[in-house]
């Protein structure tokens, strides 16, 4: 059994939903995590969290408060010697054997200090990591998200950079990019095709989100805002991972801002996904534009209705591809892996499931058989402590195209005992 320390940053669900799914699939390790806000209370339902504050990004009316930010950001850097030293007395009393985080900004300098090797997995990297064709009009939002990254959450000894897209890693960069980690949860559901539409928001105190969905000629599932009522055609409901992953799983297709935990899970099932990002926060900008950019759906920067022609017909948004989504279900029955690829075509309607890789365009989104675990963790030796992850490597790169197994990439943190 090996003892690992895990910061987790605390505000949204994503991180603490990735931290948790890695947890929850190695019982034979003890974990102590280091988070703050809603990280803290998702994990602290589980396991043991040490309350340790994190520079926060502060969103108002769904855009990124820049000023706000840089003085709560600076209001944790002033304390930033005694929240270092707190989490240097928990690496004291713990011991751990290795440290892990998503995108934390204390632990990875704490375990520098005390020589513990320090693994990153997060999303946020691939910004850093990575090349992307950036549109000008993002480039100021890129440099200063590039620096905030760089600066602050970057003194992990590797990195594993977690994305639905697979962009080319920068030369020199010690990283590697897998797609996504999905929790047990959303790999036992079968997807289905359902009538209605499943919604998600983050930041409760953003009104406007309504009049968009209200406008939706279907039954809207709504969650985020932690309330069970109605309101024509939108259902509030109530904070609940299985109700969540059932109306996720059934539903027609999601409307989400660009977090990127939704996102994987709602391709997964193969559903179309519309995306509206918080302004001047890039990682959800570039979440979404890879979301249209490889014809997963579509992407708006404001709730203001585009022009008719760039939105789907009535039709397409409540009829779209009956023949094609049943494929969907019938594939998960299967015992060999499967992969879904969503059409740019009209409605970004699912378009077919793939016998083989043809070319890049034809299969952008692979899922392993159920019967090959996403990841596993082993403990090797008395004298070295390896922690393994084993993920399944989604196609679409030239070196995996063509394969008819889920191509398996190994990945070990070590260190001698003491």
Same mark, same amino acid.
């Given at each position: 059994m090996a003892r690992i320390l895990y910061g987790v940053h605390g505000i949204g669900h994503g991180h603490a939903?990735?931290?948790?799914? /890695?947890?929850?699939?190695?019982?034979?390790?003890?974990f102590l995590f280091v988070s703050h806000d809603t990280g803290a209370a998702i994990l602290g339902q589980e396991f043991q969290v040490e309350e340790c504050p994190n520079?926060?990004?502060?969103?108002?009316?769904? @855009?990124?408060?820049?000023a706000a930010t840089l003085i709560a950001g600076l209001r944790v850097r002033c304390q930033s010697r005694r929240h270092l030293r707190q989490v240097l007395d928990l690496m004291d009393r713990f011991q751990? %054997?290795?440290?892990?985080?998503?995108?934390?900004?204390?632990?990875?300098?704490?375990?520098?200090?005390?020589?513990?090797?320090?693994?990153?997995? %997060?999303?946020?990297?691939? /910004?850093?990591?990575?090349?992307?064709?950036?549109?000008?009009?993002?480039?100021p939002s890129y440099l200063s998200t590039s620096y905030a990254v760089s600066s602050l959450f970057s003194r992990a000894t590797d990195f594993?950079? /977690?994305?639905?897209?697979?962009?080319p890693v920068k030369p020199g960069v010690r990283a590697k990019i897998l797609p996504p980690l999905l929790r047990e949860s959303v790999i036992e559901r079968r997807p289905s095709l359902g009538g209605h539409v499943v919604a998600y928001q983050g930041y409760t105190t953003f009104k406007r989100f309504f009049p968009f969905l209200s406008a939706i000629p279907s039954p809207v599932m709504v969650y985020g805002f932690n309330e069970e009522r109605t309101e024509g055609n939108l259902h509030f409901k109530k904070n609940s991972e299985p109700g969540f992953l059932d109306d996720l799983s059934s539903c027609r297709y999601v409307v989400c801002g660009g977090s990127h935990t939704l996102?994987?899970? &709602?391709?997964?099932?193969?559903?179309?996904?519309?995306?509206?990002p918080i302004k001047n926060a890039f990682e959800q900008f570039l979440n979404a534009f890879y979301i249209e950019r490889?014809?997963?759906?579509?992407?708006?920067?404001?709730? @203001?209705?585009?022009?008719?022609?760039?939105?789907?017909?009535?039709?397409? $948004?409540?009829?779209?591809?009956?023949?094609?989504?049943p494929a969907i279900s019938a594939a998960t029955r299967r015992s060999s892996p $499967? $992969?879904?690829s969503l059409s740019a075509r009209k409605s $970004?309607? /699912?378009?077919?499931?793939?016998?083989?890789? @043809?070319?890049?365009?034809?299969?952008?989104? @692979?899922? &392993? %058989?159920?019967?090959?675990?996403?990841f596993s963790a082993s403990l090797l030796g008395s004298s070295r402590l390896e922690i393994t992850l084993s993920l399944a490597l989604s196609c679409g790169h030239d070196d995996y195209r063509g394969l008819n197994q889920p191509k398996l990439l190994t990945y070990s943190l070590s260190r001698l005992s003491r």
């Open positions: 939903v990735r931290a948790l799914t /890695i947890a929850r699939h190695f019982p034979e390790h003890e520079p926060p990004t502060v969103v108002k009316g769904h @855009r990124v408060d820049v751990p %054997d290795v440290t892990m985080t998503d995108y934390e900004y204390f632990l990875p300098q704490a375990s520098r200090r005390a020589g513990v090797p320090c693994l990153s997995i %997060d999303h946020q990297h691939v /910004i850093t990591c990575c090349r992307h064709p950036v549109p000008w009009t993002q480039y594993l950079v /977690i994305s639905f897209f697979q962009s996102t994987s899970e &709602a391709l997964f099932y193969g559903k179309p996904v519309i995306s509206f490889l014809g997963y759906g579509r992407y708006f920067t404001g709730f @203001r209705p585009p022009p008719r022609s760039s939105l789907p017909s009535r039709r397409a $948004w409540t009829t779209a591809a009956p023949r094609s989504r $499967w $992969w879904i $970004w309607i /699912i378009k077919r499931v793939c016998r083989k890789c @043809r070319r890049d365009e034809a299969c952008r989104w @692979r899922a &392993a %058989d159920s019967r090959v675990p996403p």
